[in-house]
């Protein structure tokens, strides 16, 4: 069964900082791309940080330089360290794993955690 749970959301002081992971249950999960998505209310989805089974990393715009990534891929796992977070990256925070093999695409979500930045 493919799962993908994700911890470490939770309140925290604008100008601060919090570290979410994700621990993914894949079959050769290290042939995925994992990221980390924020999505807002009423917003779409949108990246914040990615790591390809390569160990090449892609940052959305407004976090670099702020946020990091890494991967563990004997243990499945994604870390974002994000620092100096602002009210405005108030979100559910979902982890993401996905392949593209063989002309099939897979692609799994976990549940999401709640960050919430106060003013």
């Known amino acids: 069964q493919v799962q993908l749970v994700e911890s470490g959301g939770g309140l925290v002081e604008s100008g601060g900082s919090l570290t979410l992971s994700c621990e993914a249950s894949i079959m050769m999960a290290s042939l995925y791309t994992m990221g980390w998505y924020r999505q807002a209310a009423g917003q779409q989805r949108e990246l914040v940080a990615a790591v390809t089974s390569l160990a090449g990393t892609n940052y959305g715009d407004s976090v670099k330089g702020r946020f990091t990534v890494s991967r563990d891929y004997a243990k499945n796992t994604l870390t974002l360290q994000m620092n100096n977070l602002n009210h405005e990256e108030t979100d559910i925070y979902y982890c993401?794993?996905?392949?593209?093999?063989?002309?099939?695409?897979?692609?799994?979500w976990g549940q999401g955690t709640q960050v919430t930045v106060s003013s």
């Open positions: 993401d794993a996905h392949r593209v093999t063989d002309g099939r695409e897979y692609d799994y």
